[in-house]
C-alpha cells in the first residue's frame, strides 16, 4: 500500500450507462459501502461510469491512485457493451490473455445449461496479466483481483446485484480483511424507535471511553443498526454489553440481518402463542413482514386487508354507522379491528393498523401520517395514535414496524396491555 494511499478507505466504481442514463440506482454501492463499514473500511469516493472502455479506464487508474482498495462492479458479461476487463488492462498495463481454467469453468458451465460458449461468450475467460480468478458461484462470468503499481488492490465483480452480493461475502471480505492486517473486532445491535442522534447521545460517553472505539449508525425507519468496532473482540463485546445496558428494552436483537417481526415472533413461539393482523393503510405490508419470517406459521394466523371502509363492515363485521361516524381512520375503528381479528381468528394476539400513508387525503385534524395502531390480548385492546414522518412507503413501513414493536414490548411484560 502507497503512502499516497487514503487508509482504510475504498472507491466503489459502479460500471453501466443505465446507472447514468435511466436513472437505475446503483445500488450496488449501497450494499457493498454497508459490507466494508461494519469492517471498518469507510467508502472513501462512490462514481458511476458509462460503459466506455476509455473513460473506465481514466477512472480507474484515478481511483487506485488515490485509494488502497478499489471495487469495480458490471461490464464483466458477454455482450460487447461490458468492456470492464479491457479497461483493467488498458488502466493497469495488464494486458489480457485467455486463462484456460476458467475457459474450462465457463464450457462447464454452459453445458450444464445445454448450450455452447459462444465466441462471445469466451471472451468472460480473459484474464489481466498478475490478475486471480474469483469463481462465479451463481452466474456466469467470473470476478478478478488484481493489485496495481501504486500499490491497490483492485476487485472487479459481475453487476448482477445477488451475483455481486455473494461473492463479496464469500471471498472478497476475508481478501480484503487479510489485505488490511488484525481486523477489527466489531458487533451489532438493533433498537427500534430511536433516532440517529438519541443513540449516538446515549453512547458518546462510553466511546469516549475506548480510545479504539468507533460507531457506525444505519437508521431506517422504526429500525436503527448500530454497529460498534473495537481493536480487539473482548472490548467490541464489552461495548456492545454497555450499549445494550443504555438502549434497554429499545434493543431487539444482536443480528443486523434481522428484524422487529423476527423478534416479536421469537417469543410468540416461545411461549406457544398466535397472532392475527387487520390492515388498512400498509395494504397487506404487517402481513407480508411476518411470512417472511422462516418458521411464522407456527405463530401467525391469519390477516384482514380491509382498505374500504364498507370491507371493514363486511369482512370484520365492524358497525357501519361507527366507521361512517369516527372514520376509519380513528381510535375507534383500530380498536374494532383488532378486537375483530382476534376474535374471528382464535389468536392470542391480534394487531390493527388504519392511517393516512398519503401523499393526499390528509386534512388539518387527520394530517397524512397519522396512523392509529390497535393490539388486543385477551379483552384487552390497547390503541396508540402515531404522526409518523416521510412519504407513502416511509409512513407504511413506520405503521407495521411500530404495530410489531408493541406487540413485543407487550410481550415481553412491558407496555400495555
Ligand atoms: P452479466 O454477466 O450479467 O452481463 P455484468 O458484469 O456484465 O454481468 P451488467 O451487464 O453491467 O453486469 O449488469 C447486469 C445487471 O445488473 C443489469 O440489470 C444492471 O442494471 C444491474 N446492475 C449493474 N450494476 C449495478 C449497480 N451498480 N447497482 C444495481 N444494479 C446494477
Ligand atoms: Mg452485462
Redesign the pocket.
Known amino acids: 500500500v502507497s503512502a499516497a494511499h487514503v487508509p482504510r478507505q475504498a472507491a466503489l466504481v459502479?460500471?453501466?450507462t443505465?446507472?447514468l442514463a435511466d436513472g437505475?440506482?446503483?445500488?450496488?454501492?449501497v450494499s457493498i459501502g454497508r459490507l466494508l463499514s461494519a469492517r471498518g473500511v469507510a467508502t472513501g469516493l462512490r462514481i458511476?461510469v458509462p460503459d466506455d472502455e476509455e473513460e473506465i479506464a481514466r477512472m480507474l487508474s484515478q481511483a487506485a491512485e488515490r485509494f488502497p482498495l478499489v471495487i469495480v462492479?458490471?461490464?464483466?458479461?458477454?455482450?460487447v457493451d461490458?468492456v470492464?476487463r479491457e479497461a483493467v488492462a488498458r488502466a493497469f498495463g495488464a494486458p489480457l490473455s485467455e486463462d484456460p481454467a476458467a475457459l474450462a469453468a465457463l464450457e462447464a458451465g454452459m453445458r450444464a445449461r445445454g448450450r455452447a460458449l459462444t465466441p462471445a461468450g469466451r471472451r468472460q475467460a480473459l484474464v489481466p496479466r498478475g490478475a486471480e480468478i474469483l469463481p462465479n458461484p451463481v452466474?456466469?462470468?467470473p470476478g478478478l483481483c488484481l493489485g496495481t503499481a501504486s500499490g491497490a488492490r483492485v476487485f472487479l465483480l459481475?453487476?448482477?446485484?445477488h451475483?455481486m452480493q455473494r461473492m463479496m461475502v464469500e471471498q472478497v471480505l476475508t481478501r480484503i480483511e487479510e489485505m488490511l492486517g488484525a481486523p477489527l473486532a466489531w458487533r451489532g445491535l438493533k433498537a427500534a424507535g430511536l433516532t440517529e442522534v438519541q443513540v449516538q447521545e446515549h453512547l458518546i460517553d462510553l466511546l469516549a471511553s475506548s480510545p479504539s472505539a468507533s460507531l457506525t449508525l444505519l437508521a431506517s425507519p422504526m429500525e436503527i443498526s448500530i454497529i460498534l468496532r473495537a481493536s480487539e473482540p473482548r472490548e467490541a463485546d464489552r461495548l456492545a454489553r454497555r450499549a445494550a445496558e443504555r438502549l434497554g428494552e429499545a434493543v431487539f436483537t444482536d443480528d443486523l440481518e434481522s428484524g422487529l417481526e423476527s423478534a416479536a415472533g421469537r417469543i410468540l413461539a416461545v411461549r406457544g402463542e398466535t397472532l392475527a393482523v387487520a390492515e388498512s393503510c400498509t395494504g397487506g405490508l404487517l402481513g407480508e413482514l411476518i411470512t417472511r419470517v422462516p418458521g411464522s406459521s407456527q405463530w401467525f394466523l391469519q390477516g384482514w386487508v380491509t382498505y374500504s371502509n364498507a370491507s371493514k363492515v363486511s369482512a370484520l363485521g365492524i358497525a357501519a354507522d361507527l366507521v361512517e361516524r369516527e372514520g376509519a381512520v380513528s381510535e375507534a375503528t383500530a380498536e374494532l379491528m383488532a378486537q375483530a381479528a382476534r376474535r374471528l381468528s382464535g389468536a392470542s394476539h391480534s394487531l390493527s393498523i388504519s392511517g393516512i400513508a398519503g401523499p393526499d387525503g390528509g386534512t388539518p385534524e387527520k394530517p397524512v401520517g397519522l396512523v392509529f395502531i390497535g393490539l388486543a390480548t385477551g379483552d384487552a385492546c390497547v390503541v396508540t395514535r402515531h404522526l409518523f414522518p416521510g412519504d407513502r412507503e416511509t409512513v407504511r413501513l413506520f405503521a407495521a414496524r411500530t404495530a410489531l414493536n408493541r406487540l413485543r414490548l407487550a410481550l415481553d411484560g412491558r407496555g400495555a396491555p
Open positions: 459502479a460500471v453501466g443505465e446507472l437505475r440506482p446503483d445500488t450496488n454501492a458511476q462492479t458490471g461490464g464483466l458479461g458477454p455482450t461490458d470492464t452466474g456466469t462470468a459481475p453487476g448482477v446485484p451475483e
